[in-house]
């Protein structure tokens, strides 16, 4: 069944059908190329969402990073993002393959439907032109009849009359023989132009046109092909991308599997874990009862004078630092040095050597002191805090750990840098051994380098493993006086020893003289500070307890004397409040400690 053997006569509908045709192809390009716009402003408004929750910060710099929720909500929006890219794929191939295809085919279609209805409307015209000469051929042959048949009349009347002459008879049949021959010739052209009409009408009908409707058959036929292979490209677009969408889902469903409470937890431990002892119970102070044990001369209780120093009614409480304010200040770090606290607590009791609040204390106190080392930091450090290269401005527990990860990154440079030397001196030989390659001199400094770069390598890795060593220990005594004691000893003391009374104008015209000569500290509220002691100690009386000195201090003050870490001393007088106790080594020698430094154990 084709067009040109059912549709000879349909010449009209069927321009009307392949126009049609092409409108509909045209439609459709015009709808893929909306739906490529949409799936354009899909990705690109989940890309904007993605990009919208992604974390600001690196990954290395994000400490969230470390939970397993927020990693697998990252990769959740990380598998949103590469289903967007997917979705920018399929708008991508359907505006190549369908819109851009189409649209060019549809145009050759266009110019194809063109030729083949010129060649047919030619074809008519050359027909309607034929038919035209026929009918004026026979026309011309029935006037010829006509005027023939009337020649012949007349002629026969004239010969029948009479009346009429020779001449006039032989006249009237001249002109009827000549009429008769033109007829004879117009019914000969007339026959002619019949039979070369009949022939060009059966040409067109039986042949020229049913070519020409075949061939508009053929290209409908492929248009239609063609768009239905379009229609397949708009679902091939998404079946193709369906895989890796699939992925993407599967990706976020193994994200939302992959959060771990407990993991997390862990996590949240390891990051803020600071390995410091608890505190140890508050003693009750019984202010209803006097002292039942008079006080030495020398105690930080009593002035030089002998007058007993009325104490303030605000007690110091023992430091709860994990539940104070952020605007307060934090209590000190034990750095691997050991010494003396790092800052003095807003809310201890007032110094015995004045009756002044704590604000007057602090300011007389910042007047005479000196900067104390760098890495006797907070506890939790602070805005201004100083970081310390062995980190000892962090708690002993994240110290350990920060000093494990620079050793595990100083050893893998060193293996770098060792495993680039040797590859230099393999390739020193041979330039030796073929000149022709290279000269050997040029690796030189590069070798010299290297060699460099190990040798300070390998003095940082000594130096990070001495203070990770030093690190563990005190890790680890924390964690057995913790389980000796079954309770963690408080936080260092914020406040400083006092003076005695008789010295304080000395110690504070010595102090005036060394802040004279020392800049104070630009951070005054964030750096730690000391003060000076000046006291005189009395003639040893007896101990009235024994201690053990739990972490190393360095007595670098007047007043204070040092104590290795176990160390065995003798009590000689309590801690007042103020958060120093006096003690006496074995080897000789008073002075005042921390007391949140030792364990006490009285007679």
């Given amino acids: 069944m084709d067009w040109g053997t059912e549709l000879w ?75 967007a890219g997917q979705r920018e794929l399929v ?40 038919f035209k000469q026929l009918e004026s051929s026979k026309r011309k042959f029935e006037r010829d009849c006509r005027e023939a048949e009337k020649a012949t009349q007349t002629a026969e009347r004239l010969d029948q009359d009479i009346n009429a002459t020779k001449a006039d008879v032989e006249k009237a049949k001249q002109q009827a ?7 004879e010739e117009s019914k000969n052209e007339y026959a002619a132009q019949l039979q070369r009409f009949n022939r060009d009408q059966a040409h067109f009908y039986f042949s020229q046109m049913p070519q020409i409707f075949d061939k508009l058959q053929d290209m409908d036929e492929r248009r239609t092909t063609r768009l239905g292979t379009g229609y397949g490209l708009l679902s091939g677009a998404e079946l193709q991308v369906v895989p890796i969408i699939a992925k993407c889902l599967e990706g976020m469903k193994v994200a939302a599997d992959a959060v771990d409470a407990k993991n997390d937890s862990q996590v949240l431990i390891e990051l803020h874990k600071s390995g410091f002892a608890r505190p140890s119970d508050v003693e009750f102070e019984d202010f209803s009862q006097p002292m039942n044990r008079a006080p030495s001369d020398s105690s930080l209780g009593t002035p030089s004078d002998g007058r007993p120093e009325v104490r303030g009614t605000g007690r110091s ?3 709860r630092w994990p539940f104070s304010k952020k605007n307060k200040p934090r209590p000190p770090s034990l750095s691997p040095l050991g010494g003396p606290p790092s800052s003095v607590l807003p809310n201890g009791p007032p110094s015995p050597r004045s009756g002044l609040d704590p604000l007057a204390i602090l300011s007389e106190i910042s007047k005479s002191v000196k900067p104390r080392l760098a890495s006797f930091r907070s506890l939790r450090g602070g805005r201004g805090a100083v970081v310390t290269e062995d980190f000892s401005h962090l708690p002993p527990e994240q110290q350990r750990k920060r000093l494990q990860q620079q050793l595990e990154e100083r050893n893998r ?26 000269d050997p001199a040029s690796l030189e400094p590069q070798i010299t380098e290297t060699l460099r770069n190990i040798e300070r390598l390998k003095l940082e890795v000594q130096k990070y493993e001495a203070w990770l060593a030093e690190a563990e220990s005190r890790v680890l005594s924390n964690r057995g006086d913790s389980l000796n004691r079954h309770t963690r000893p408080p936080d260092p003391p914020a406040s400083a ?63 204070t004397i040092s104590m290795a870490e176990g160390e065995d001393l ?15 080594r074995k080897q000789g020698g008073e002075g005042y400690v921390p007391t949140s430094y030792l364990r006490v154990m009285l007679n």
């Fill in 317 to 319: 409480r023992a430091k």
């Fill in 497 to 559: 020893p006092p003076d005695s009374s008789s010295n304080s104008n000395s110690g504070s015209q010595e102090n005036k003289e060394s802040s004279s000569e020392e800049p104070p500290s630009e951070d005054g509220q964030d750096t730690p500070i000391y003060t000076e002691f000046d006291e005189d100690f009395e003639e040893p009386t007896s101990p009235i307890g024994q201690c053990v000195a739990i972490y190393h201090f360095e007595g670098s003050s007047e007043g």
């Fill in 177 to 183: 023989h000549l009429r008769s021959h033109m007829a």
């Fill in 9 to 83: 006569d349909q010449f009209e509908v069927l321009e009307r059908h392949t126009q049609w045709g092409l409108d509909l192809l045209d439609r459709y390009v015009k709808f893929v190329k909306e739906r490529t716009e949409v799936e354009q402003a899909y990705a690109k408004q989940l890309r904007s969402l993605v990009k919208k929750y992604l974390p600001k910060r690196p990954t290395k710099d994000d400490p969230e990073s470390k939970f397993s929720q927020q990693q697998s909500f990252v990769q959740l929006l990380q598998e949103v993002n590469d289903f």
């Fill in 91 to 130: 708008a991508e191939n359907l505006s190549v393959r369908v819109c851009l295809e189409l649209a060019k085919y549809s145009q050759e279609m266009k110019q194809e439907r063109k030729m083949h209805f010129q060649e047919g409307r030619r074809a008519q015209q050359q027909l309607e032109n034929g």
């Fill in 413 to 438: 440079e060193l293996q770098k840098e060792v495993d680039q030397r040797e590859a230099l001196k393999k390739m020193k030989d041979v330039y030796e051994k073929t000149p022709q390659m290279g």
């Fill in 570 to 584: 003798s009590l000689m007088e309590e801690d007042k409040g103020d958060g120093w106790t006096r003690v006496r």
